[in-house]
């Protein structure tokens, strides 16, 4: 079983920036790999990003390329997704998760936290 935590949501102007965290416990994460996803209202979850286990591949959604960027630090068992460039448009609840494989799919994905709000005014 592992655990996942987000953290670092907020309220930022369109054009700030916001990091988020996601502390996971269990001995696996370092052979985990990890994706954001997120939801706003009256919509469908949707891919954000995804990292493989060594952090040596990612993938992004068309709509974050360049503004987003997911890292990871085994050591300290957590994942981050730097936030740059915010639009209105990102505002959401961003969930990370554990996924079985690399990939966008959410089906893919087996533990997901709690998730943290982002909200970005114009």
């Known amino acids: 079983q592992v655990q996942l935590v987000e953290s670092g949501g907020g309220l930022v102007q369109a054009g700030g920036s916001l990091r988020l965290s996601c502390a996971a416990s269990?001995?696996?994460?370092?052979?985990?790999?990890m994706g954001w996803f997120r939801q706003a209202p009256g919509k469908e979850r949707e891919f954000v990003a995804a990292?493989?286990?060594?952090?040596?591949?990612?993938y992004y959604a068309d709509s974050v390329k360049g503004r987003f960027t997911i890292s990871r630090d085994n050591a300290k068992n957590t994942v981050y997704l730097q936030m740059n460039s915010l639009k209105p448009e990102d505002t959401a609840i961003y969930y990370c998760?554990?996924?079985?494989?690399?990939?966008?799919?959410?089906?893919?994905?087996?533990?997901w936290g709690q998730g943290t709000q982002v909200t970005v005014s114009s």
């Open positions: 990292i493989s286990w060594s952090g040596t591949i990612t």
């Open positions: 998760a554990v996924g079985k494989i690399l990939t966008m799919k959410g089906d893919d994905y087996m533990y």
């Open positions: 269990g001995r696996t994460f370092s052979t985990s790999h």
